[in-house]
């Protein structure tokens, strides 16, 4: 068993699946954005938009350096722009199988839309207007999913008919 670092753009469920997987093969989760949160005191959004995008590449190249020094595998669940940050994929460990979980924009979109509504905002990457928003949401997803596609060992294609048990197990199916 090989660490398993869960990659794809913000809201492709790379948390709810990586403790999923965590618990069905008896191994460490750690999620980005948590140990962003115990590292560092504030919320991934909150840090992006008051520290900028540089710093918060930085705050993302630390959490992965800590992990990456454990002598036994874990599941790391990314932060959803990890495939911009060069520095941080050259810290992952050599032998990760690193794991690409694929949603469909529009899914992704609305679940962003989701949050939106609900007084959440957009990430701080994004404008905080819904149209200008999608327009940019569009943009970088393409750019963001090739990156994925290209540096994945796995590409994992989530339908909307799967939940995280069947997702979980598809996983599980691949590296057997």
């Known amino acids: 068993m090989t660490t398993i670092v869960l990659m794809g753009i913000k809201g492709c469920g790379k948390s709810s699946v990586g403790r999923k997987l965590a618990e069905e093969l008896h191994i460490p989760f750690y999620d980005s954005d948590a140990e962003i949160v115990k590292r560092f005191g504030k919320r991934p959004r909150e840090l992006y938009r008051k520290k900028g995008v540089s710093w918060f590449m930085c705050a993302e190249q630390k959490v992965i350096k800590k992990l990456k020094d454990s002598e036994t595998p874990f599941i790391f669940s990314s932060g959803g722009g990890l495939c911009d940050n060069e520095e941080a994929l050259k810290l992952l460990p050599n032998d990760a199988t ?9 899914r992704l979109f609305e679940r962003l839309r989701r949050c939106y509504r609900k007084g959440f905002g957009f ?8 149209e200008t928003a999608q327009q940019e949401f569009s943009v970088l997803y ?8 290209q540096i994945s060992d796995i590409h994992i294609t989530i339908t909307a008919s799967e939940n995280i048990d069947d997702i979980a197990n598809k996983i599980i199916t691949h590296l057997n």
């Open 98 to 106: 690193k794991i690409f979980l694929d949603v469909t924009e529009e």
């Open 142 to 149: 393409a750019q963001r999913r090739n990156r994925y596609q």
């Open 123 to 130: 990430p701080a990457y994004l404008s905080q207007d819904e």
